[in-house]
């Protein structure tokens, strides 16, 4: 029988519901959402409404989703979206605002996951017979392929600004925001103030199996609840799961605070590793990114060998992996974590 332990740092997504969770999640009382009729998803979308500071909000089944429909409600088809060009909407999410919403995705490079609102504003269409309009602008908080770093509010609230003047409605992909929130010891609000919508992921650092929530004005949640019936995502009985979004919400601060000390000592020891580097000051989350360029490896081969002794991670290309830290890690699972690369490299 093999007893190998596995160290799963892939990502947030992998972690399993709480005891409380499961003990919500049985006592939850349903109806059919469809309907409006789901007390437990109704208080989630409250209770998630007032913590981000906006009129409303809709469990929607995914972060993927959550992000389609903002760009589906905010923009027509023909139009432009202004995003950052290693953001999760334009690399990962199948080309479903170019597929679904018809929208032209119109990258930009960003500094640390951040674009800054000159570089956004030469980017904003003029009028001219050859060209589209710009329909929307986003921004990724706590930016994932920049190593979960957190966007300088300073600079949030500029291009916030901007978008105000330009009449452009302004999307925050938040998955991990609340993990943002955490790093710069704000209340959430200080950061959802410089947007008109923003998804955030139950199923992330927060913890929860599945579900992500959408907020913005009622008028924003109204169009957004139709679109979700639209792409299948009316679903029903949803109180079972919502149940668990609601203790994420409740519960996430006991382990959020020891997940971002778990990257930054992984960090740290593997920044002493020969010829492995991880930027420290760019740890602010529970993602870091390792550059192993100077190894030899190739980041795929090596993430093979780091499979094999039960270390599981993502290759972000060939010479960067991205390790995750979440509720299912703990300190002595990072000690092993760095003893297995360590070994490898030896
Ligand atoms: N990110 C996943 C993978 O898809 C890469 C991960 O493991 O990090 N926005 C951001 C910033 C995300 O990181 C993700 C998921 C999503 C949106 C999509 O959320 P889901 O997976 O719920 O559709």
Redesign the pocket.
């Given at each position: 029988m093999n007893t190998q332990q596995i160290f799963d740092f892939?990502?947030?997504?992998v972690t399993h519901p709480t005891e409380e969770m499961l003990k919500e999640i049985v006592k939850a009382p349903l109806g059919d959402d469809v309907y409006g009729d789901d007390e437990t998803v109704n208080l989630l979308e409250a209770k998630t409404a007032e913590l981000m500071g906006k009129e409303g909000a809709l469990f929607v089944?995914?972060?993927?989703?959550?992000?389609l429909i903002a760009v589906l409600a905010h923009t027509t088809p023909g139009q432009e979206v202004i995003l950052e060009e290693s953001?999760?909407?334009y690399l990962?999410?199948v080309a479903g605002i170019a597929r679904i919403a018809g929208v032209q995705a119109k990258p930009i490079k960003g500094k640390d996951g951040m674009i800054l609102a000159k570089d956004i504003e030469g980017a904003i269409r003029q009028e001219n017979i050859h060209f589209p309009e710009t329909g929307l602008i986003c921004l990724?908080n706590?930016?994932?392929m920049a190593g979960g770093v957190v966007l300088p509010l300073e600079e949030m609230r500029k291009v916030y600004e901007l978008a105000k003047i330009k009449e452009i409605p302004l999307h925050i992909?938040?998955?991990?925001i609340i993990n943002a929130a955490h790093h710069l010891k704000v209340d959430v609000k200080e950061i959802t103030q410089y947007a008109d919508s923003v998804?955030f992921?139950l199923?992330?650092g927060l913890s929860a199996p599945i579900g992500?929530m959408l907020v913005g004005t009622k008028d924003f949640i109204k169009k957004a609840r139709k679109l979700r019936k639209m792409l299948g995502g009316g679903m029903r009985q949803v109180g079972i799961i919502a149940a668990a979004g609601l203790v994420a919400l409740r519960d996430h601060s006991q382990w959020m605070e020891e997940d971002h000390l778990n990257a930054k000592k992984l960090a740290f020891g593997l920044n002493l590793i020969d010829g492995v580097r991880v930027n420290l000051d760019k740890v602010h989350t529970n993602?870091l990114m390792a550059d192993i360029s100077e190894t030899g490896f190739n980041a795929y081969d090596l993430v093979n060998r780091m499979s094999e002794k039960g270390l599981l991670v993502?290759p972000r290309n060939e010479r960067l992996i991205?390790f995750?830290t979440h509720r299912g890690i703990n300190n002595r699972d990072v000690e092993a974590a760095i003893k297995i690369v360590k070994e490898i490299l030896a």
């Open positions: 892939r990502s947030d997504t089944p995914s972060g993927t989703m959550g992000n953001c999760h909407i990962y999410e990724e706590t930016h994932n992909d938040g998955a991990r998804m992921c199923s992330k992500s993602i993502n991205r995750v």
